[in-house]
């Protein structure tokens, strides 16, 4: 089949997804296009939109702006031929209700921290099947009464073949906390305070940020300027370069104050590398505590948009995780847990499951042709 997917395109994390998505879309023999959304005209990078890198592929059209009309959305298809349309975070319901009724299937995931009851009606008109990759995320949505198929998130294979780059002595111990964006949901300042509070002498901190965000960047420019085992590192790397550097440390944190999907988990078990991170779910989904890495007990302090809780890390408790990973042999009993999570998460299993959410959406929209 034709299938489109609508992102945004360029170096974050959902269209990282819809990238590995196409390749699965790819891997199961459909044709794959790509509507690309520029980024909000507010916050960093405005407007972004990527050709460069990973994001240089065929059959990429470029959206006039992130809120795509029902006309750009009724020329992309018939130009492209496209019989089935993939979304991530797409609240255009009534743009795609109308692709609908042109005949288009449409399916789409959220991610929980978003999506609300009020989003259900409108969920229910503009596609044919709303799925998760998370249970929890699952779980919210049918106590909104919206029954969500489960396709368990894997492990891409350009992370296995990701070239680690060491930027630190290999006598030490490197800990690194991909901020990203360094948003609301990146616990930044405790996890500075909890790596303060450490006394191995092994222990480095590589904080690695994509763009600046004035008060939290100046907070680990000055963390790293206080405390020689604090590194700060605020570049917009290339795919490769981003992995590198991620495989040549010696262990993740990523603790949040909430997640959605949590890719750092997921590449830091393709690298075989434990993770420190949150005990709650999705994060526990992926990491279970004294198997493939460890989890921080946390305190509840809010809420995210969408009502779900928001949590702090409890900073003593954190410091004396990270103490833990100063240790070799700790380390590699963690290491071990995460090479056997890689191999449970092969993307094998995302791909099927993919394909079955296709096969279903079609089958029922062939029933519904058959009954009307």
């Not at 960093?44 to 795509?68: C, F, H, S, T």
């Not at 198997?291 to 954190?318: C, F, K, Y």
Request: glycine residues 8%.
């Amino acid at each position: 089949m034709r299938v489109g997917l609508v992102t945004k395109w360029f170096n974050r994390g959902q269209p990282v997804v819809a990238r590995q998505l196409r390749s699965a879309m790819d891997e199961l023999g459909h044709e794959t296009y790509i509507l690309a959304r520029p980024k909000k005209e507010r916050g960093p990078m405005k407007g972004r939109l990527q050709r460069d890198d990973v994001w240089d592929q065929p059959d990429v059209d470029e959206a006039a702006a992130y809120e795509i009309t029902a006309q750009e959305y009724f020329s992309w298809v018939e130009r492209r031929g496209i019989e089935v349309v993939l979304c991530d975070q797409n609240y255009q319901f009534a743009e795609l209700a109308a692709l609908r009724a042109r005949g288009v299937i449409v399916i789409g995931r959220f991610v929980w921290e978003h999506f609300t009851q009020g989003d259900v009606s409108g969920a229910r008109e503009a596609y044919d099947l709303v799925y998760s990759f998370t249970r929890c995320e699952q779980e919210r949505y049918r106590s909104f009464g919206l029954e969500t198929p489960y396709v368990p998130w894997g492990i891409h294979p350009e992370l296995l073949e990701a070239e680690p780059k060491r930027t630190a002595p290999e006598d030490v111990v490197q800990l690194i906390f991909p901020a990203g964006f360094i948003g609301h949901r990146k616990p930044i300042a405790p996890s500075i305070k909890a790596f303060q509070k450490t006394t191995s002498d092994r222990l480095r901190l590589l904080i690695k940020a994509q763009v600046e965000r004035t008060k939290r960047t100046q907070l680990a420019r000055e963390a790293a300027e206080r405390d020689p085992r604090i590194e700060f590192l605020l570049e917009d790397q290339t795919t490769s370069e981003h992995l590198a550097t991620v495989a040549g440390a010696d262990a993740v944190l990523t603790p949040a104050r909430w997640e959605g999907l949590g890719l750092p988990l997921f590449e830091a078990m393709g690298f075989g590398l434990p993770v420190i991170t949150s005990d709650f779910a999705p994060l526990n989904e992926v990491i279970e505590h004294e198997r493939n890495g460890l989890l921080v007990r946390s305190i509840q302090n809010g809420t995210a948009e969408s009502g779900i809780p928001a949590w702090d890390p409890d900073i003593g408790h954190l410091a004396e995780l990270m103490e833990r990973m100063a240790d070799n042999s700790e380390r590699e009993r963690l290491a071990a847990g995460a090479r056997e999570v890689r191999d449970e998460r092969a993307w094998s299993h995302t791909v099927q499951g993919m394909g079955e959410l296709v096969d279903t959406a079609v089958a029922r929209r062939r029933a519904g042709a058959a009954s009307a």
